[in-house]
């Protein structure tokens, strides 16, 4: 079996005109493709079109679009009154409620009108593909088809292979992808498919650090999107999806993969969603918003009077980015230990305390520094408990003369960016490595799909494959915790020196 998408009179069918309906049928319509739109709602198919139709006019008056293809794809766009008129499809893409019953339901009535050689594709979001098929007598014609809200503005589509999907329908759907203008991924069908288990990484241990009292809400993001390069914060990104449907898929996501702690949730996540604070839908998430929705954010800043210091030891093996940065901000930099100064140390997976007692510090003018990242954007610093401040104060002026907003948050194994990153990374390897997509497709996915400066296999080689896959066993190691597990597949290529992107 095959279908070839490149023939002139591939039909489409539609079903659901909502938000993600609508989205889809325009790509498919834009793709050349004659798209039927079907929607249960009375009158709610050609509300449908007629949103499309706006859209497709704003694009020409913007002159994204000619007048030519904007006819074209409204031309193409037709809106059924039932779904008997999807009979002719050659492929069906569903996009309703996110409701098993009602996706079952529909995806019988659908195998009842089309041909047996239909493909039958689903949008859903967090409902496994094959639980869908599974009501349908030929169901290795069944497949999920994930885009991505607003659809014309997100490039990626993953295109799910479930348990009996045949290889002709994968092709066929990457195909379908590539001729409306997306990116296609091939991801398997487990919990959350690619893009929202791999965001599962820097919501949890956002959530991680913030509920181990580390770092405040403001003071995560900063650093992801000051040092990190995110465009967002995960407590941003939170209230900006919604609290609603966030904490729902963590939880989906968490008892899907049978509790590993790698996906575990926060009961202060949960306490949000009890609350009713869903973020800034409802005025209040994570953080408070003003009448004009402004976000109330309390900064991650560092506020200090202190002087910069005139010397600084640098502590045993210290970084030289981190040791310029304070150079630049006219320290005196001095590799033997005056007694007096504060001494500057630049861990990687270890926190303050630890590196104080391994190698026999003095905890009260220890400064550890964050070396990764960019420092001289926002430098992340924190000293063990029991010191006075004031080694602190002086490092923090320092790093502030040369330039850098600074946040000291509490003493934390791996600080927040290489906690967070690491974590990152260590998800997109296990994705790898358990076989949901390429490692190819993870990057891919994860850059286009949320956004971020780099895929996690990238932001490991970013990091250091090898620095990576210390910073996991050293937070390991002080927490107890098997959350920060490493991936074999990272193991394996930090012990021998290989990129986390070389495919098995
Ligand atoms: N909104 C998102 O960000 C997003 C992203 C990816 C995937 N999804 C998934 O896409 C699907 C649709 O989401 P949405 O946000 O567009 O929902 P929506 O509520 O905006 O639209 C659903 C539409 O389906 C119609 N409908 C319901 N039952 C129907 C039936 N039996 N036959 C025909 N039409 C029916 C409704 O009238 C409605 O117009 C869901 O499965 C969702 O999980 C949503």
Known sequence: MSLDISRPDLTVGVIGAGAMGRGIAQVTAQGGMRTILYDAAPGGGARGKAAIVEQLKSMVAKQRLTQEACDAAEAALVVADSLQALASCHIVVEAVFEDLEV???????IEAIVPETTIIASNTSSIRIASIARSLKKRDRVCGMHYF?????????????????????????????????RVPVVVGDTPGFLVNLGGTAIGTEGLRIYTEGRATVSQIDAIMRDAGGFRMGPFELMDLTGIDVNFPARKIIYEGFFHDRRMTPSPYHEGLFHAGRLGRKTGGGWYGYGEKGEKIDPGADHATTAEPASTIVAGPGASSVVLDLLKAGGARVISIDDGRSPMVVTPLGDDCTTVCVERKLDPKRAVAVDPTGAVAKRATIMVAPGGDGVARDAVAATLSKAGASVTAIRDCPGFVLQRMRAMIANLGCEMAQIGIASAGDVDTAMTLGLNYPQGPLAMADLMGVRETHEILVRIQAITGDDRYRPSQWLRRRALLGLSATLPE
Not at 103 to 109: A, S, V
Not at 152 to 178: C, F, H, N, S, Y
């Open 103 to 109: 996706k079952r339901k529909l995806f019988c009535e």
């Open 149 to 181: 809200n607003p659809v014309p503005l997100m490039k990626l589509v993953e295109v799910i292979r479930a348990a009996d999907t045949a290889q002709w329908v994968v092709e066929a759907m990457v195909a379908l992808g590539k001729r409306q203008t």
